[in-house]
């Protein structure tokens, strides 16, 4: 089985995430298990739930959500990161992160890039 | 290395005006962007702005690029609104261009290529510089 | 031991594809993406045409390079994204030069 | 008069903010009147009320609250790459804000411009 | 630039563990720590993970260096708990070094200084590669 | 017209130093800060320092130089912050390249 974890450290306003989220789709296209993408520096910036970007614009965040419901993706947000990044992550029922991001840890990524075939950062 | 520009002060006019320097590539990161909001908030208040592109900057002046390509929104084509704005000096450093290869083939008109001592001269004509 | 390089970053502005470019082994390949693809026309990707003579293969997404007007050198295979997946998996590992 | 306008386009973890914070004390303590400081790209995250850097790391946002207490040093933020940055501008009582900033278009980069003898840019 | 590497795959240990190469300086932008808070918790974890500093990630590695001279938290000390982590394999890039007229002079101890092909063949030892 | 050029990024790291060499004129100075510290051993000052032969002023920030451990070369004085704002002042104009 071919197993693949993805690190995204780029934020959503930034074009290096649409060549991340075209990269992740090509491969669950292609039947690969994505075991989770996990987004760290300024890459958990995707997570935020009030960042709005103008709609003629590419809506990078839509799309990893848009990639979570269809296949169960796991996207990790790093709460040290986030919480550097004005991201709230100790609120239980929090406003500010998107749903479709799980606050993990740094121990997140071990278990990922422990499982994970091939470990690919973006 | 160029030799250092060598300017006399009393011939020249009172710098005024912005100069916005362009260092980046165009698709990767919004720095060409956000010149532009400015440049064009600077023309829209009737101020003096000018624009410079050197380095990796002058990318963004190659023609028949196509953001859309890679899903980007193509904010080069707001280049063409430079003259509305008023917006006439675009200056691009030669060397830059010649370090990539690249041909004068810009998607605007009316850019001035410029030796590295020109455009030192022409940034120096302004009162204050940006850079993205 | 093969190891597939992403060069995203544009060697005019920064010394990534310098370093890429000092660890690459024979049966490593190259992906130029995004800014990468200015890498086409830089000296260090002539000479390393030159220097591996074929046997490093050295890929660009195509329309990456479209898109920034970037002519694609016959030495340089054009690619899209679902032959990048492939490749990650035709080698042993991925290293992101960004 | 010397005036001084300030551009900051580097957020609050990155740590080239100090160099500008370093720079406008010591602008101040000179008796230059530094006129406006705008955050602007990156740099707006300094008005995000939200962030917390750990406790023994320099807290920029709190020096800048300071000189802005002190000074009454104008500290702007542009509000559409606050937008693009998850903080949100729209609410009349907004608590995403910290309260030093004030939140502005570009045209106040404009009117800065204008008005300083010297704009400089971190 | 440096002959490729050859490598005769049959005398090979499989490759295992994480590789973290380090290309950015200390001081201005948080990506030394976001790399050192990557390999501390692999340590905590017991996995395996070496790091590699090329360009200017040497920098991270020169003695005598005082982040608290421009208030910066020196998270460069940590560095000393490697040992404790069971980190053991750091590599460094001679050539890096030797483009910045650095001395092996670093303020951690067991620093192995590589040729570019032994660095190269160091990286290849490892299943993943991250790099900052 | 002067100019007053900060320096804030390793010439080993990015083209911004080469870039800000290039429209450098007589009356200009310049301040290392930041990473630029780490261009005190760069090639590039090397030739800048024979080549005007001190009609440049070059200066770098003591604190942010001995931060990382670079040493300060004579041809560049040693300067704190609050002579960065004088230099402002003495200058018509600033540029970073950062």
Chains 1, 4 share one sequence.
Not at chain 2, 63 to 76: E, F, H, P
Not at chain 3, 68 to 88: G, H, K, Q, S
């Amino acid at each position: 089985m071919k197993t693949l974890a993805v690190v995204i450290t780029t934020p959503p306003y930034s074009h290096l995430t649409i060549t991340a989220l075209t990269y992740v789709e090509a491969a669950l296209e292609a039947g690969i298990n994505v075991i989770g993408v996990f987004f760290y520096q300024d890459g958990v910036m995707h997570a935020n739930e009030d960042i709005s970007i103008a709609s003629d614009e590419y809506q990078a965040i839509e799309h990893w959500q848009r990639l979570q419901q269809k296949y169960q993706l796991p996207l990790h947000i790093c709460i040290t990161a986030a919480e550097k990044r004005g991201i709230a992550c100790d609120a239980i029922d929090n406003e500010t992160i998107n749903k479709a991001f799980t606050v993990s840890g740094l121990g997140e990524l071990v278990e990922l890039t422990t499982k994970a075939s091939r470990l690919v950062q973006f | 290395m160029t030799v250092l520009n060598t300017q006399i002060a009393s011939t020249e006019l009172p710098a005024s005006g912005l100069a916005i320097i362009n260092s980046k590539a165009p698709f990767s990161s919004t720095h060409g962007k956000d010149a532009l909001d400015v440049a064009l908030i600077f023309g829209a208040f009737e101020q003096k702005v000018s624009l410079f592109f050197q380095g990796d900057g002058v990318y963004q002046l190659c023609a028949n690029q196509d953001g859309r390509l890679v899903s980007i929104k193509d904010y080069l084509k707001t280049f063409s609104a430079f003259e509305f704005y008023d917006i006439e000096d675009i200056y691009v450093c030669q060397q830059s261009l010649a370090n990539r290869q690249l041909a004068e083939d810009f998607h605007i008109d009316d850019v001035q290529v410029l030796s590295s001592i020109d455009f030192g001269t022409a940034l120096n004509r302004h009162q204050h510089v940006l850079r993205f | 031991m093969s190891t597939l390089h992403f060069v995203r970053q544009s060697a005019f502005a920064s010394n990534d594809f310098a370093q890429c470019l000092s660890v690459l082994a024979h049966q490593d390949s190259i992906v130029l993406m995004d800014d990468g693809c200015y890498n086409l026309k830089h000296s260090l990707m002539d000479s390393l045409i030159k220097r591996v003579d074929g046997s490093v293969n050295i890929n660009v997404i195509a329309s990456h390079a479209q898109a920034r007007a970037i002519e694609i050198i016959t030495a340089v295979n054009p690619i899209e994204m679902t032959d990048v997946v492939e490749l990650t998996f035709n080698h042993n590992k991925v290293i992101t030069w960004q």
